[in-house]
């Protein structure tokens, strides 16, 4: 309904592109009301439902998996840009039911509105197929049984019956130029990269909740088509999430199957001190449909606090099934949300399905383990007179790893920070030096230029909480956060590096097989050049597989193979939500900070001093690649007065 007071006011809208006069045709100023055309229609409906060509595969594969199907192949061109073909051996369709089919609203999944309380199949709104051929050169072929096939052609929603394929029984639909007539959607769309990770994470979702149904999803940039999904449809869950998430991913994982008021939790999740940097491996379907849900995520987090450390998150492919009267799943256009009815029981039940599977597992650090955690790690701190420092949330006592809290805390300078006395008993050149109290170096404009002096005064103190390095200086008390610093000077060097001769590669004695899941998989095939001149020397090795022969020469401690499947992981996660692009700041930024000692490490005296020395050679010393600040000073006099000296 047009408003009366726009009306009156003689507002008009801008006429569309070749109207004359500016405004809608019409007597005098007042708008004409029209009935929208169907093409119209669709086109406006496809800005909710197909978002991106993910959104069409989705739609397309929920399709074949309610008609029944068994076999389900994707292939795709260009990351769905040129093409999307859905091929499924499903019941098919008559002609009639094609074209009914094509109409909006036309479903055979519910017939009333009561219906959408049990709705068990994937769609129920009627709307996805004549909104996908609103906005492609779309073709659908079917038939109810082996042989002659209806054949429907519509371009940009203009449809034709015709027939000459012969095939099996089954549906397939293909999609030729997407968004070919929508060209401020096409302006959205992300890389071709970040378009096919969406598409491979959409199917994989289905391909998990339904081991029974075998998936294929092809993709052809130009070239010849690879793999980038296959799973056997062997029926068996654990067989199925390893087809999607790689072996390695799965082998550790525990199996969840619990029931209480009426919900029941099936599927897997990770033990303790498995987790992942990003929370790309926690995927949740409701009764069969995949959803996205930050309450259901809420009850994971709480399943894990007390055993996973901070920004850690685990992993978990969790199905929720209860009654479908308690679900709306009517919430949105994609169906990716779900509303429940009792919230609070499907978070407790979830909770302790978690909680239990981990019990069942005793992979639970026990009270003992806490206990011995706890005690070394006061050993590791040192108990002063003064009192001991505040418990640390990364404390190994909550992960029960006793052996890392063994912190060599050696040396004259260590013990000098154990006895306040000594400490305070150090002659400090001490006085004003300007600075705010306790400021940050990294943060506050106007101390820049005093940092590398700062470092080149700098007398080495010792190591905190396994993850400071504290020095003394003429000015006042330095705390530098070691994984930061780390951090910086690494990423500096393959910088310096790269501009050199290219990052050195140091060889790997034997060449090692990292498993990956398909979608880091992607993104390793996709960046092999990135992550070479980081200095990683990786080939494929099968459509999941890779071999590492070399990693940069710069390397430290951890494993070669964790590292690169951290870097991948979070590579992999940041550019599906578009905040990563494919640069090499990218990849160098996120390879530093892998690689980089960790907050938890201890240091010997040797590796702080060289740490301390590289810090303040470096053009950049005072933020990570991050952002974050590396450096704190707390100048004497601020310790002075605290002492009331
Ligand atoms: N691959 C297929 N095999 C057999 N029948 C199909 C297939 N795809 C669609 N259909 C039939 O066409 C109808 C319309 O499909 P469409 O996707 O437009 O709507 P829907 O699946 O009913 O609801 P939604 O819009 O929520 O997806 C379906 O209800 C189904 O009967
Ligand atoms: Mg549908």
């Not at 109810?144 to 054949?151: D, L, P, S």
């Not at 100048?635 to 002075?640: F, R, V």
Request: hydrophobic residues 45%; contains cysteine.
């Amino acid at each position: 309904m047009a408003d009366p007071a726009v009306a009156r006011s003689g507002f008009h809208l801008p006429a569309p592109e070749g109207e004359a006069g500016g405004r809608p045709e019409g007597t005098g100023h007042l708008p004409v009301i029209r009935r929208l055309d169907s093409q119209t229609i669709n086109q406006i409906a496809a800005g909710e439902v197909v978002e991106r060509p993910a959104s069409a595969v989705k739609e397309l594969v929920e399709n074949a998996l309610d008609a029944g199907a068994t076999r389900i192949e994707i292939d795709l061109e260009r990351a769905g840009r040129a093409l999307i073909r859905v091929s499924d051996n499903g019941i098919g369709m008559t002609e009639d039911q094609v074209l009914l089919a094509l109409e909006r609203h036309a479903t055979s999944k519910i017939t009333r509105a009561e219906d959408l309380l049990a709705v068990s199949t994937m769609g129920f709104r009627g709307e996805a197929l004549p909104t996908l051929a609103s906005v492609s050169k779309f073709r659908l072929s079917s038939g109810v049984a082996h042989g002659a096939r209806v054949v429907v052609t519509a371009h940009g929603g203009q449809v034709q019956v015709s027939s000459g394929d012969v095939g099996p029984r089954g549906t397939t639909v293909s999609m030729e130029d997407l968004f070919f007539n929508v060209p401020a959607r096409l302006k959205f769309l992300r890389t071709d990269a970040t378009e096919l990770s969406a598409i491979v994470d959409a199917v994989s979702r289905h391909a998990i909740a339904r081991p029974d149904v075998a998936f294929t999803l092809r993709h052809a940039a130009g070239g010849p088509a690879h793999e980038a999904l296959r799973t056997s449809g062997s029926g068996d869950f654990a067989t199925t999430l390893q087809e999607v998430w790689g072996r390695d991913l799965t082998a550790a994982l525990l199996l969840v199957d619990h029931y209480q008021d009426g919900v029941r939790l099936t599927g897997m999740v990770s033990p303790p001190h498995v987790s992942r940097a990003t929370r790309t491996h926690q995927w949740l379907w409701v009764n069969g449909r995949p959803v996205r849900s930050k309450t259901l995520m809420a009850a994971i987090d709480q399943a894990f606090r007390a055993w996973t450390p901070e920004r850690r998150y685990p992993l978990a492919a969790l199905m929720i099934w209860t009654d479908p009267a308690g679900v709306d799943v009517n919430v949105s256009p994609t169906k990716s949300e779900v509303k429940f009815r009792d919230e609070s029981t499907v978070f407790r039940a979830m909770v302790s399905a978690i909680k239990r599977a981990v019990a069942a597992s005793g992979m639970v650090p026990g009270a003992e383990a806490v206990h011995l955690a706890n005690e070394a790690a006061r050993d590791a701190r040192g108990d002063s007179p003064a009192g001991s420092p505040p418990e640390m949330p990364w404390g190994p006592g909550a992960f029960g790893m006793s052996q890392r809290a063994q912190a060599p805390l050696g040396g004259e300078e260590s013990t000098a920070w154990l006895g306040a006395g000594t400490l305070f008993a150090r002659p400090f050149a001490g006085g004003s030096n300007g600075l705010a109290d306790g400021v940050s170096l990294g943060a506050a404009g106007g101390v820049t230029g005093v940092l590398p002096d700062l470092l080149h005064e700098f007398r080495l103190i010792g190591q905190w909480a396994a993850t400071f390095i504290l020095g003394d200086s003429p000015h006042g008390l330095i705390v530098i956060d070691q994984h930061v610093a780390h951090e910086r000077i690494l990423y500096e060097r393959l910088w310096a590096e790269r501009a050199r001769d290219g990052v050195p590669v140091q060889p790997l004695l034997s060449p090692e097989t990292l498993h990956l899941s398909r979608a880091s998989a992607l993104i390793a095939q996709q960046n092999l050049a990135e992550l070479a001149r980081a200095g990683f020397d990786v080939e494929p090795f099968g459509p999941e597989s890779f071999l590492v022969r070399g990693v940069p020469a710069i390397w430290r401690g951890r494993s070669p193979l964790s590292v690169l499947r951290d870097v991948l992981d979070e590579l992999a996660e940041g550019r599906a939500a578009g905040c990563l692009g494919t640069g090499t700041a990218d990849v160098f930024a996120m390879a530093a900070c892998k690689m980089a000692v960790k907050a938890g490490d201890p240091l010997a005296e040797a590796e702080m001093k060289k740490l301390v020395e590289d810090l303040a050679t470096l053009d950049n010393p005072f933020f990570c690649p991050h952002g974050r600040p590396i450096t704190i000073l707390i100048p004497t006099s601020d310790i002075a007065r605290r002492f009331k000296r």
